[in-house]
């Protein structure tokens, strides 16, 4: 049942996408274009996800298991740090380079678009560099003992 829900949300999400535009780039880079031809189409579609985000996340508060069993997995930090930046940054850079975002561009993958082949790609390649860097520093950071420890055994 958890994954013909899954399908069914996942078809409904991409004919969304594909509805509203959000996987033809050129939108995407209109509406990023704020000094040239601006396109705020893009706006709208952001402002119903918003409503209906808020909606489903004051509704998931609530409850106390989802719908479909497994546990309940909202976001609990509130905090701004500096990899929530970083990785913004990175996101608005490539999203304003290539038009493409990854739920588009999956989408756009499927439906043949070459350019989504190269995005795709590349976004992955870059997921897979991003999880082999975050295990080396954590590696590094395990490896390393804290001052306090070697305080007090006397090596400091």
Known sequence: MNAVCALVAGLLFGIGLIVSGMT???KIIGFLDLAGAW???LAFVMGGAIL???IAFRIARKRRAPL???AMLLPTSRSIDRQLILGSVAFGVG???A???P???IVALGAGQDKAVVFTVAMIAGMALYEAADRHFHARRRRRVPRELSDVAGDG
């Open 99 to 101: 038009g493409y975002c």
């Open 103 to 105: 739920g588009p561009a």
């Open 24 to 26: 033809d780039p050129s």
């Open 39 to 41: 396109d705020p189409s």
């Open 68 to 70: 479909l069993g497994g």
């Open 95 to 97: 999203w304003g380079l």
């Open 52 to 54: 209906v985000g808020l």
